[in-house]
């Protein structure tokens, strides 16, 4: 059986060749990277869960209308995926402050923002992904005004359905990263979420304890990835929480 062609291999994916045109095959890895690969792991199961995690945004967003790269789940670790070309940006949407932001700006993590705000990052793995201005991107070409408003209301619908979502479960959005990508229906351009939606690029805090379930867990040595992401993942019903082990037959007289 022939094999199949590996187009790029990422720090957490791998994107294969599609069974068909115009699509690409997904598959999620275990391994963990922070701060731009200095910070590497294995977390058995990662991507078990982050490919499950994903479907299960992408389709909720399918659902309202929000347009993205999900066409199925394959397997396991595989999804199928609609090719897009990559625009060379990180969407950061942010409700609370954290991370980067918090640093730059000296604000305590956990500080609400007075509205969303959406920043971009250009991406360059050499360069530590620098946080650019709208004109950079404008300028450089990386997309026109107009992508960019379209960008911005994407982002900002994705943003109310995860933090709906999230809340509906006891879940605190702080913020997340999506990447955008272009499909073209003749000379006709659309933009669509690609990339995944998952623990890995989101920051979940829980209401009630302000415990941290996302990639932070690893980036700050907080425990356990895989308890995290299972906890994020049995809440929102993608696994089962009472898995029974009850195999054997039972005898009905
Ligand atoms: N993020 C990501 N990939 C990156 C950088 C950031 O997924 O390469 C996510 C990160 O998990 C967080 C949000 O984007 O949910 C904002 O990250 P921030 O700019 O605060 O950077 P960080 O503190 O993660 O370096």
């Not at 791998?14 to 275990?30: M, R, S």
């Not at 690969?37 to 479907?55: F, H, P, T, Y």
């Not at 829980?206 to 895989?226: M, N």
């Amino acid at each position: 059986m022939a094999r199949r062609k590996k187009l790029y291999e990422g720090k957490a994916k791998i994107l294969y060749e599609g069974p068909e045109p115009g699509t690409l095959v997904q598959y999620f890895k275990d391994d963990a990277t922070a701060f731009n690969a200095q910070k590497k792991d294995v977390i058995e199961g990662k991507g078990v869960l982050n490919n499950r995690l994903s479907e299960f945004f992408m389709t909720g967003l399918t659902a309202i209308g929000v347009p993205n790269h999900f066409i199925k789940r394959l397997n396991m670790r595989e999804q199928l995926i609609r090719q897009v070309e990559i625009v060379p940006l990180e969407v950061i949407v942010r409700n609370f402050a954290a991370g980067s932001m918090a640093k730059r700006l000296g604000l305590e993590e956990g500080t609400a923002l007075p509205r969303p705000i959406v920043e971009f990052s250009y991406k360059d793995d050499a360069l530590g992904d620098p946080l650019v201005p709208e004109e950079y991107i404008i300028a450089f070409g990386w997309a026109s005004q107009q992508d960019l408003d379209d960008i911005v209301a994407l982002a900002l619908r994705v943003n109310d359905f995860m933090a709906g979502v999230m809340h509906g479960v006891g879940i605190k959005l702080i913020d997340f990263k999506i990447e955008i990508g272009r499909v073209w229906d003749g000379d006709f351009m659309r933009l669509i979420v690609a990339d995944e939606i998952s623990p890995d690029s989101c920051r979940l805090w829980d209401i009630e304890t302000g415990r941290k379930l996302d990639k932070d867990v690893f980036r700050q040595d907080l425990g356990s990835l895989s308890d995290a992401y299972t906890e994020v993942a049995k809440r929102l019903g993608v696994l089962p929480t009472n898995v029974t082990h009850a195999t054997k037959p039972t005898l009905i007289n």
